[in-house]
């Protein structure tokens, strides 16, 4: 909850985070680039990633605190599993989205999230979870067609090593504020 002083400024603002898995270079930078590439005005703002939770308000730095012990408290009980990326899949005319989709680790993320979704973090989200990695967002018809198709053959895999927590900026951009390693055997 923000706070006030006696001229009516904030106190405590609210932040805006977001829980995610980052993908790892090569493969995240060369995901952000084609972003990019396509002309999608986000892509310097959003680090490539796998949503687990999307954008969120919090009240404070004390509400922020309950929320990083809890992503502790879940990477701590996580181990790594594989992802693999492959081909492109459409949100399209629901939403105007078109993202790498997961061949493999899907199961694994869809846990993850859960595990995420609990305790400061529960909350009914408007729309079911479906984990995926964007590449072209609110663009042109043409684009996003372009972007489903040139990336239709995309493969990449990784192992989930941990997740982060992002917090949005002033300036519109999402920056990494902790990251959580998970647990290795």
Not at 4 to 32: F, K, M, N
Not at 34 to 58: K, Q, S, V, Y
Not at 108 to 115: A, N, V, Y
Request: charged letters at 25%; a negative charge.
């Amino acid at each position: 909850m923000t706070g006030w002083d006696s001229l009516g400024e904030a106190t405590d603002p609210a932040r805006w985070i977001g829980v995610a898995i980052p993908i790892p270079d090569p493969y995240g930078a060369e995901l952000q680039r084609l972003r990019r590439a396509f002309g999608d005005p986000l892509a310097d703002a959003i680090p490539t990633h796998i949503t687990l939770l999307p954008p969120t308000e919090l009240g404070g730095a004390g509400e922020l605190a309950g929320v990083e012990r809890h992503l502790r408290e879940v990477a701590d009980a996580e181990r790594p599993f594989p992802i693999t990326l492959s081909g492109t899949g459409t949100f399209r005319p629901v939403s105007p989205v078109v993202f790498i989709a997961l061949a493999e680790g899907a199961d694994g993320c869809e846990d993850l999230q859960r595990r995420v979704l609990a305790g400061p973090l529960a909350r009914e989200l408007p729309f079911p979870y479906h984990p995926h990695v964007t590449v072209a967002h609110h663009l042109p018809e043409e684009v996003m067609d372009r972007a489903y198709k040139e990336l239709a053959g995309y493969e990449a895999a990784f192992e989930v090593q941990g997740f982060s927590l992002y917090e949005h900026g002033p300036d519109g951009v999402w920056r990494p504020r902790s990251h959580f390693p998970v647990v290795n055997d």
